[in-house]
């Protein structure tokens, strides 16, 4: 059995995924930790922005939320809020955006509102925040989620952010700048997007995980790339600096 | 000369049926005047913010609110507002109305109020079904043939408070840190209440004019409050207090706890000078920050 958990092994993947970006878009949770050990390994030209409007961030401890006073300190700008979504994001300046979301369907869109109808939800999840918009602008969307069942659904109760709609072509018909969802990393496997369709595409599974394991945690029967492979596992260094370095708590790890 | 209490700042300022915006991204969240409002029993409030946070559900669990016009409803990095989230999923203790944007639209909003502008257009919404739940979130045409694009409408709060590390007597305001969307808020609002930690002389303020966010000619009211963005932070002064946005997390799921800690914490003091006593100095030390002083500039 591994010496690692799941949870490590996404944040390793989705890290790897920044490999020679300078720009990334950063959430809180997972994606914080991901660029922040892809900083530090496969990215290390990267710039994190952070949508509370800082640009440049170096936090010397792991920031609880995207508005952690750690971010503040030592970075290159911070600026105002319509700043950072007018000129850096609408501006075209964002290369990377890691995106996440209580539910995803098949082509990336995602819902983060509501679980049931609108005006009596089962569920009031957060809301957009800025992810419709950054779904829309960022050159490259990352999405980081877990797999289950409940998440990876046929049809989305609501529509926050938009991923590729209805199929490859939609967001180009409406003229998004950005080129939508690139890659969703969970904590079993890695999935790309055709570009013909649109769809996700499993390429990678993690050690210890088959593909039975997958399609169980899947409310549709998903596309498998025929050069399906296993996820490199993580490298002792990559261990070290989340174990030592960056979650030293451990917040992350299960 | 606008030195005030928040006890007079509030009483004259904010009325029930209100429109009213306490901003502050993550940081510099006015809590202090939030728990005078709670304390006055304001009722039927508009209460706009980007990010609801902790302040707003502790005020809708006292029954300020009617309605929330905001982008993002959780407690950051921890989970959801629970006390929220039973108003609206089950009208606990009063049915709450929601009408939400996405954080661009939102600052957008307070961008056009305080430009004056009739609305904000924005690269967003496309493909999203917020439109769909939002009929204020609007499609023109371009007038120069660029297609369509998404509108929101100006956002002019009666009252807008803003907390900040310091200012002089008129209320010329200097914050730094997040400055999230408090300087259009603040020129959108019809009256701004200003809470700082520390009320300097007019010539400290001279000395560092670009670091002015508020000018005193748009403040009506300054009030002197330290640790008044407790538990939310001030860049300089304190750090946030995760511990408590956890704590909170188990205070606010049940509603006799959150009631129990309302009655404490809130009606229980006074002002947020007894707060702060009541915390403890332990709490002040342990949130205590790092030094990290900006190297001086030369405006000569």
Known sequence: MSDYSPSEMMIVAAARALAGVRTVFVGVGLPNIACNLAQRTVAPELELIYESGVYGARPARLPLSIGDPALVTGALSVCPIIDLFGLYLQGGRVEVAFLGGAQIDRYGNLNTTVIGDYVHPKVRLPGSGGACEIAIHAQQVFIIMRLSRRSFVEHLDFLTSPGHLGGAGEREHLKMPGRGPQVVVTDKCVFRFDPVTGDMVLVSIHPGFTLEDVRAEMGWDPRVSPDLRETEPPTPEELHLLREELDPQGIYRS | MK??????????????????????????????????????????LVLCRMTPDLIYDQMVAAGCARKLVFSYLGNPGVGPLHAIRRAVEKGIPAPLELEEYSHFGMVGRYFAGAYRLPFFPLYSYTGSDLPRVNPRIRFVESPYGDGPIAVVPPLNPDVAIIHAQRADVHGNTQLWGLVGAQKEVAFAAQHV??????????????????????????????????????PSYVQGYYDRDNDFYLRWDEISRDESSTRTWLEEWVYGVRDRAEYVQKMGPETWERLKPAQAWSHPVNYG
């Not at chain 2, 509030?10 to 991204?25: L, P, S």
């Open chain 2, 193 to 230: 209440i200003v809470v700082v930690e520390e009320v300097v002389d007019e010539e400290v303020i001279r000395s560092d004019p670009n670091r002015t966010l508020i000018p005193g000619m748009i403040v009506d009211a300054v009030v002197h409050e330290p640790y008044g963005a407790h």
């Open chain 2, 3 to 44: 030195l005030t209490t928040m006890h007079d700042a509030i009483a004259t300022y904010v009325h029930d049926g209100d429109t009213v915006a306490i901003e502050g991204f993550t940081a510099c969240i006015g809590f202090a005047a939030a728990h005078e409002i709670i304390r006055q029993r304001r009722r039927d």
